[in-house]
């Protein structure tokens, strides 16, 4: 059976987009939400955010995410490659030491929630990081959980050249921008 929506009501090709416009009520407040943790003020960049959803989204094999935010993670500087070494051995992977930390945790708190434990955080405070940096990774994980699973639950899917032409447009409008667009 080919890949479609889970959703009748959606056309055959439908992205994450689609199921915004249909359920305005649930996505706005989404979309808001996306905006404040992913773009609002934190010790981590704008691309370090990025980098944490897609990993997330790669811990939770959800290629649809995954491929988005390793695009946007990319636009705002995070070199080709980094995300796909990073899942296959984050220790060897070139990511900045202070990240691997932040990404062993996240990827923890992804694949083993009741596992994640005090000596976890202190690695992450270790590497430099503070409360509000945990905090941050935290919100970023959990929104994309959140966000793996609505995207997998309703079978949306895309490719590669969508994935870039989303990408390109979360680092040039962000998620309010979206939201905007959505609500014209």
């Known amino acids: 059976m080919p890949d479609v929506p889970h959703l009748p009501s959606l056309p055959d090709d439908a992205r994450l ?5 249909r359920y305005p009520e649930t ?3 989404l979309l808001a939400y996306h905006e404040t943790v992913m ?10 955010r990025e980098l944490i959803a897609a990993y997330v989204s790669g811990v939770n094999a959800c290629a649809y995410c995954h491929g988005v935010h390793t695009e946007t993670a990319q636009r ?3 070199p080709e490659g980094l995300l796909a070494a990073a ?3 984050l220790d060897g992977a070139p990511v900045d030491e202070r990240l691997k930390p932040v990404l062993r945790y996240v990827g923890k708190l992804t694949a083993t929630p009741s596992r994640v434990t005090a ?3 202190a690695e992450v405070f270790a590497a430099g990081w503070d409360e509000k940096a945990l905090h941050d990774a935290v919100m970023v994980c959990a929104l994309f959980n959140f966000m793996n699973r609505m995207v997998e639950g309703h079978g949306i899917t895309a490719d590669a050249a969508y994935y870039a032409l989303s990408g ?17």
């Open 17 to 21: 987009v689609d199921v915004f416009k």
């Open 27 to 29: 996505s706005l407040p």
């Open 39 to 48: 773009r609002g003020p934190s010790p981590f960049s704008l691309g370090e």
């Open 76 to 78: 705002f500087g995070v």
């Open 87 to 89: 899942l296959a051995d």
């Open 119 to 121: 000596e976890d955080a």
């Open 168 to 184: 390109k447009r979360l680092h040039d409008i962000g998620y309010d921008g979206l939201a905007r667009q959505l609500a014209a």
